[in-house]
Every structure is written in C-alpha cells, then in structure tokens.
C-alpha cells in the first residue's frame, strides 16, 4: 500500500494540470488544490491502519451481500477519491463480467489491470462524458468529429485517441483515466467506440481544473467545503497514444453501451449512499435550528422535517434493498440490485430540492445574511452581533450564527449548487434512471396482478383491450 508521502510524490509526474489560466507544477503546494492532495494522503493514511496483511481494504472485489455492504460502507467513509477508485474498479470488472461471452481478449485485459492497478495501490477516476457538440447530432454528424472521443490512428502496436471528457472528478489527483465511451454506438461509428486507460501524465493529456472550493481567508465560515473539496477536471486528450494492452474496446458498436451502464450502476450505488447520509444531514439540520430559533413545537415546522424523515427513510430503504437484494456475476462478484439502485438515485435526486427548500423555510433569510465569525470577535460590533443572534440563554449568538454557515456551504453557496446539479447529473441524468428502472422493474407481473384484482386472470391483454404506453 502507499503511504500518504508516498502519494504526494507520485504525482510529481510531469503531468499537465492547469487552474485559472495557469499550469500547476506542483500540485502539493498550490494554496487552493493542495487541501485536495492533503485529503487524499490523509485517506491514503487511514486505509493504511485498516489493511489486512499489507493488503487495502479497498482492495479485492466482493462476493456476497454482505462483503458488498462492508465496502461501501467503508468506500464512503474513506472519502471522495477512493469511492471514485472502487467506482473504477468495478465498473471494469462488471464490464469484464458482460464482455466475457463475446469480448474474451478484452475482459482478460480488463482483469489484468485491475490486478495491477490493486497491487500498485493507486487512484483510478472515470472519463465518461464528452463534449458532445451538437447534442442533436450522432457522434458522425458533428461538425467537428472530435466533440467525441475517438481514434484517430490505428497502429502496430496500439491507438491514438482524440476528444475531451467533461466534468470529471478529481481527475488531476489521481494515476489513471478509466476512458469509455458515454452512450451506444452505432455502425458507422466505430472509432467512437473505444474504451481505455490512460495515465494522467501521458503525453497529450491535459488537464483544467475548476472548484467550488471558496476563495477566503477565514474558512470557518465554509465549514464543509473550506476542508473538504474536489475539483472538476475538463481532461483533453491531445492524440494521446495507447498501447494495445490498455485498450479494452476499439471499434465495437455493439459492445459500446457495457461501459457506460456498468459505471451507471456503481456511480449511483455511490450517489445513493450519499444521498442516504445526507439526507440524515439535513433533516438534523433543520431540527437544529428550529430548536434555535424557538420554532420546533409548531405544528407546519414539525410537518416539513416529517416530510423530510420520510425521505430519508425512503432512499435510506432503497439502498438497504439494493444491497440485501445484491445479484452475482459470472466471475462471481456481487453487484448491487439495478432495480433498487437506480429508483433510490432517482428518488433521491428528485426530491432533494424540497428538502433543501424545507430547511431554508424553517431556517429563514440569516442562512445567507449571517455576520462572519470575525463580526462576532470584533471588539465594538462583537458583543452585539451575539446579543442579538442569539435567541434564549441556551442558545448564544456564536452557535447560532455558526449553524446558519453550515446550512449556508451545505446547501445554499458555491458547494450547495455543486451538490445540487450532481445529485441530478452524477451517474447519468434522471432520464437514465427511468430508463433502467423500468427495465428491471417486472411490469408483466404488475399487469398480472391488476389483472386478477379486476377478475380477469386468466385473460391476456390482448383479448381485454389495447395495452397502451407498454
């Protein structure tokens, strides 16, 4: 296993990283993106004191239940970059898994890097999202064919690929740019259907990095984001070459989709045990601060967190299910239920607006109007600024101004909105979620069932009536 040191010098590398109009050479020591490379070797650290036998307990891949329980549970603790890894990770072996019966060579590379990318012990993050273009337009029909990753050279010894790929998280941080193609191709567009890893460094990779990180001296007042924050990496690939064995798809229409939905699922396995966590956030964020406020006996303020419990509980229950209700492979991994996973996301997703749209109402306008913790030490306005924060003699000015910060970065600035479109966005947009929901949903066996409560069993359909929006 890396240590954290170890991990900090790995990315002296040479790699081409850029933030605000400049290159960063030293990643380390940048004043806003060190915090990120200080958050990974922490979390490289504490893995560390978790290993068995020298081994990451991010390591391996599970294989019943209750294994994929215990990693995602220890996933989500250990912090951003090593849920995008084991995201990674996965996301190749379920791909493995569904190449097998007719992309052999393929999955066998497949299962040799994830191999080698375990026993180096290093981060992997995802390059699915293209710049698109013309969103109207098929890859073929752009008026600029490289608005799609595609190979641009086919050589004796592997690939050239040109293109970018779009809001990817944490990709300057990590070793390796998992890149597979973000939808379905079709024929006639084969050089558009290429899967790959990529090292960070490799000549032709660029990378520019945007953040919600905020930009002020006193981050007590950014409580969450001032300590924890991941950038998003716009990654270009400049005719960046690829030897054969890192090559997991070239030129396969047919094979182009397995990619895309293996990472859907474990992108909104991830999402949805955020949301579930989150959720408790929130719905103990309003509590707080209606107990601050004196509001917490009325009776719409004691409906509204209702409300909110009740979401909770509900994505908290579809992520139970999606993990009690885990499927196996044919490699014998285990992977969480597609049914449960994606109406969790979807639910989670959806509804997040009106939980956050609770909390300001119970909250009210001091989550964005609050003095700085600086007012309150100020020696002439200090003083007041506490008297009148504060509410009753349990509850002083300090702790409630602070508490409106915490929901003001949570849910209501520059980390808020970041949180709010990738709630929707992250795995794939809400229409992804509906699209396999009802896939795997057994529709046949709802109609059934309608059926025999209408004492109709035994009749198809087809001799009751048209099945319209089938």
């Given at each position: 296993?890396?240590?954290?040191?170890?991990?900090?010098?790995?990315?002296?590398?040479?790699?081409?990283?850029?933030?605000?109009?400049?290159?960063?050479?030293?990643?380390?020591?940048?004043?806003?993106?060190?915090?990120?490379?200080?958050?990974?070797?922490?979390?490289?650290?504490?893995?560390?004191?978790?290993?068995?036998?020298?081994?990451?307990?991010?390591?391996?891949?599970?294989?019943?239940?209750?294994?994929?329980?215990?990693?995602?549970?220890?996933?989500?603790?250990?912090?951003?970059?090593?849920?995008?890894?084991?995201?990674?990770?996965?996301?190749?072996?379920?791909?493995?898994?569904r190449l097998a019966g007719h992309g052999a060579e393929y999955a066998e590379r497949i299962q040799a890097f994830v191999t080698d990318a375990q026993d180096r012990d290093i981060r992997i993050t995802q390059c699915i999202t293209?710049?698109?273009?013309?969103?109207?337009?098929?890859?073929?029909?752009?008026?600029?064919?490289?608005?799609?990753?595609?190979?641009?050279?086919?050589?004796?010894?592997?690939?050239?690929?040109?293109?970018?790929?779009?809001?990817?998280?944490?990709?300057?941080?990590?070793?390796?740019?998992?890149?597979?193609?973000?939808?379905?191709?079709?024929?006639?567009?084969?050089?558009?259907?290429?899967?790959?890893?990529?090292?960070?460094?490799?000549?032709?990779?660029?990378?520019?990095?945007?953040?919600?990180?905020?930009?002020?001296?006193?981050?007590?007042?950014?409580?969450?984001?001032?300590?924890?924050?991941?950038?998003?990496?716009?990654?270009?690939?400049?005719?960046?070459?690829?030897?054969?064995?890192?090559?997991?798809?070239?030129?396969?229409?047919?094979?182009?989709?397995?990619?895309?939905?293996?990472?859907?699922?474990?992108?909104?396995?991830?999402?949805?045990?955020?949301?579930?966590?989150?959720?408790?956030?929130?719905?103990?964020?309003?509590?707080?601060?209606?107990?601050?406020?004196?509001?917490?006996?009325?009776?719409?303020?004691?409906?509204?967190?209702?409300?909110?419990?009740?979401?909770?509980?509900?994505?908290?229950?579809?992520?139970?299910?999606?993990?009690?209700?885990?499927?196996?492979?044919?490699?014998?991994?285990?992977?969480?239920?597609?049914?449960?996973?994606?109406?969790?996301?979807?639910?989670?997703?959806?509804?997040?607006?009106?939980?956050?749209?609770?909390?300001?109402?119970?909250?009210?306008?001091?989550?964005?109007?609050?003095?700085?913790?600086?007012?309150?030490?100020?020696?002439?306005?200090?003083?007041?600024?506490?008297?009148?924060?504060?509410?009753?003699?349990?509850?002083?000015?300090?702790?409630?101004?602070?508490?409106?910060?915490?929901?003001?970065?949570?849910?209501?600035?520059?980390?808020?909105?970041?949180?709010?479109?990738?709630?929707?966005?992250?795995?794939?947009?809400?229409?992804?979620?509906?699209?396999?929901?009802?896939?795997?949903?057994?529709?046949?066996?709802?109609?059934?069932?309608?059926?025999?409560?209408?004492?109709?069993?035994?009749?198809?359909?087809?001799?009751?009536?048209?099945?319209?929006?089938?």
């Open positions: 296993m890396l240590t954290g040191d170890q991990y900090r010098a790995s990315l002296d590398d040479g790699r081409a990283t850029f933030f605000e109009g400049e290159r960063v050479t030293d990643l380390p020591g940048h004043p806003v993106l060190g915090t990120v490379v200080d958050n990974v070797a922490d979390g490289y650290d504490w893995l560390a004191l978790k290993a068995v036998d020298g081994v990451s307990p991010v390591s391996g891949v599970p294989t019943t239940p209750q294994e994929l329980r215990e990693k995602v549970e220890l996933v989500h603790t250990a912090g951003m970059m090593a849920h995008v890894n084991y995201t990674s990770l996965m996301t190749l072996t379920t791909a493995a898994s293209d710049a698109k273009g013309d969103r109207s337009l098929s890859p073929v029909k752009q008026s600029d064919p490289d608005a799609y990753v595609r190979v641009v050279d086919r050589q004796a010894d592997g690939i050239v690929i040109r293109g970018a790929k779009l809001h990817i998280t944490a990709a300057s941080f990590g070793h390796e740019l998992m890149t597979i193609p973000t939808k379905a191709m079709k024929p006639g567009e084969e050089d558009y259907a290429v899967a790959a890893l990529i090292p960070v460094n490799a000549p032709g990779v660029k990378i520019v990095n945007t953040t919600y990180a905020p930009r002020h001296d006193d981050l007590r007042i950014f409580p969450m984001s001032g300590q924890e924050h991941f950038p998003e990496g716009f990654v270009i690939f400049d005719d960046v070459f690829v030897p054969h064995e890192r090559v997991f798809l070239d030129g396969e229409t047919g094979s182009a989709a397995v990619f895309a939905h293996s990472l859907g699922l474990w992108e909104r396995l991830g999402g949805l045990s955020a949301m579930a966590d989150g959720a408790d956030v929130l719905v103990g964020f309003a509590q707080l601060v209606a107990e601050a406020n004196g509001l917490e006996r009325i009776s719409h303020v004691r409906e509204k967190i209702s409300e909110m419990i009740i979401h909770a509980t509900v994505v908290r229950a579809c992520l139970e299910a999606a993990l009690s209700h885990a499927e196996t492979g044919v490699f014998g991994a285990v992977f969480p239920n597609e049914l449960y996973t994606n109406a969790g996301k979807y639910t989670g997703a959806t509804e997040y607006h009106k939980l956050v749209r609770h909390l300001h109402d119970i909250a009210g306008a001091a989550v964005v109007t609050a003095p700085s913790m600086a007012d309150l030490e100020n020696p002439e306005v200090g003083p007041l600024v506490r008297k009148y924060m504060a509410t009753k003699p349990e509850i002083d000015g300090e702790y409630r101004t602070r508490l409106f910060h915490a929901i003001r970065d949570l849910t209501a600035d520059a980390y808020g909105g970041w949180k709010l479109v990738t709630n929707i966005q992250a795995g794939g947009g809400l229409y992804a979620q509906r699209i396999v929901t009802r896939k795997h949903y057994d529709l046949d066996g709802a109609k059934q069932a309608a059926l025999q409560t209408a004492g109709l069993a035994g009749t198809s359909t087809t001799d009751a009536g048209p099945s319209r929006g089938i």
